[in-house]
């Protein structure tokens, strides 16, 4: 795999099958490192009651609900991956990782899933359903930003 540049654009590199796995590795890992945390702290702040590592069985498969969760983060990484190739490397790109985590996979929760769930869309407009939303998918964005990054430079052969 070539090696990214920092003041290299994703978009001056081609996206293989690997680019596509790492992504779906720094997403899938970004759930357990930094969105799950990012939960149990709002848990113990008592803005949620959702309890973080949930191992309850979720689906028509009962997967665990953290695996569940952290399945939706590796696609959400391809995702991001795929929509961040023109950023720059730089320091505007974890803010970009952080915003892009925070919307785009909380309106759909939001706006999508939630509904054919039969769950009320954004989570009933209650204030502390929503922060958690955004505040969680915040972190698993920024995680997913800097496993990527850190992966990338893994590859990155000696100099």
Same mark, same amino acid.
């Given at each position: 795999?070539?090696? /990214?540049? !920092?003041?290299?654009?994703?978009?001056?590199?081609? @996206?293989?099958?690997?680019? *596509? $796995? %790492?992504?779906?590795?720094?997403?899938?890992?970004?759930?357990?490192?930094?969105?799950?945390?990012?939960?149990?702290?709002?848990?113990?702040?008592?803005?949620?009651?959702?309890?973080?590592?949930?191992?309850?069985?979720?689906?028509?498969?009962?997967?665990?609900?953290?695996?569940?969760?952290?399945?939706?983060?590796?696609?959400?990484?391809?995702?991001? /991956?795929? !929509?961040?190739?023109?950023?720059?490397?730089?320091? @505007?790109?974890?803010?970009? *990782? $952080? %915003?892009?985590?925070?919307?785009?996979?909380?309106?759909?929760?939001?706006?999508?899933?939630?509904?054919?769930?039969?769950?009320?869309?954004?989570?009933?407009?209650?204030?502390?359903?929503?922060?958690?939303?955004?505040?969680?998918?915040?972190?698993?964005?920024?995680?997913?930003?800097?496993?990527?990054?850190?992966?990338?430079?893994?590859?990155?052969?000696?100099?």
């Amino acid at each position: 795999m070539e090696a /990214f540049t !920092v003041s290299q654009g994703i978009s001056t590199r081609p @996206s293989t099958p690997r680019h *596509a $796995l %790492l992504a779906f590795v720094a997403g899938f890992i970004a759930v357990l490192a930094f969105h799950q945390p990012m939960l149990m702290l709002l848990a113990k702040l008592g803005v949620t009651h959702s309890p973080a590592y949930a191992l309850n069985p979720v689906g028509v498969l009962a997967i665990p609900k953290v695996i569940s969760l952290s399945f939706w983060g590796g696609v959400w990484g391809i995702v991001m /991956f795929v !929509v961040g190739r023109r950023w720059q490397i730089d320091g @505007s790109f974890y803010i970009k *990782a $952080l %915003l892009f985590g925070m919307i785009a996979p909380t309106l759909v929760a939001w706006y999508v899933v939630a509904p054919l769930k039969g769950l009320p869309v954004a989570a009933g407009y209650a204030i502390n359903g929503m922060a958690t939303g955004l505040c969680v998918n915040a972190a698993w964005g920024l995680g997913t930003a800097i496993l990527l990054r850190l992966m990338q430079r893994s590859l990155q052969p000696a100099a």
